[in-house]
């Protein structure tokens, strides 16, 4: 079955700061790799997605980049601020419906 | 539209013990899940269901833990007996039946078992 790994497990950055998380999977036939993002004590959230006919996504300060033939991905942050502080989660998944998680990062911006 | 709903929100239970958790995902979502979350872990998916009928079951401990979801609404899981290994939150999502694919998770219920 599909193994999702997230690094790093934990980043501290300054406000203003890019923040960069990476996920590898490692079911070739996965085709959509969403993001959550959960703050303390909260539900997860998607945040954006991505599928596997696509190389990047953007969304205002977030950005998505896949690589399927190295079977990673990776979330990017830029211009970070207090509210981004919160544990993101990244997917992947062959289905659409059925979702494998990696372990987290906990995000910690400092202003 | 209202969200997700679980209750209750904390139990706490002496290990032995059964529990038993309720969800009622978004109207009109045929396809429910039920996840397992251990503190410092990423959400694991314990059984999908669609309609009322399992999708994915299989990583459910079938010898502990029940989940039903009848007449495609409202789900229970339920666990008897817990072990203190099922300690984590227990989060309910949901999808809409044509897409997209965001999961619509509900708040969880924080489960110690002592």
């Known amino acids: 079955g599909e193994n999702v790994e997230q690094h790093p497990s934990t980043l501290s950055v300054q406000e203003g700061d890019s923040a960069v998380i990476k996920c590898t999977y490692s079911d070739s036939a996965s085709n959509y790799f969403p993001w959550y993002k959960q703050e303390l004590g909260k539900r997860p959230q998607l945040i954006i997605d991505i599928r596997s006919n696509v190389g990047e996504k953007k969304d205002q300060r977030i950005a998505v980049t896949l690589n399927k033939t190295a079977k990673h991905f990776s979330l990017h942050i830029t211009e970070t601020q207090p509210e981004d502080s919160a544990v993101y989660f990244c997917a992947a998944s062959w289905s659409f419906q059925k979702l494998v998680f990696g372990t987290g990062t906990r995000l910690l911006v400092s202003p | ?114």
């Open chain 2, 1 to 114: 539209e209202a969200g997700v709903a679980q209750s209750p929100r904390y139990k706490i239970i002496e290990k032995r013990q059964s529990v038993a958790f309720w969800c009622n995902p978004i109207s009109g979502h045929a396809t429910l899940y039920w996840y397992q979350q251990i503190l410092g872990q990423g959400p694991k998916l314990l059984i999908q269901f669609q309609n009322n009928g399992v999708v994915d079951d299989s990583q459910l401990p079938k010898d502990r833990f029940s989940a039903e979801r009848l007449k495609g609404v409202d789900s229970t899981l339920k666990i008897q007996p817990a072990k203190l290994e099922d300690s984590a939150v227990y989060l309910c999502a949901s999808i809409p039946p044509a897409g997209p694919y965001e999961q619509y998770f509900g708040p969880g219920t924080r489960l110690t078992v002592t």
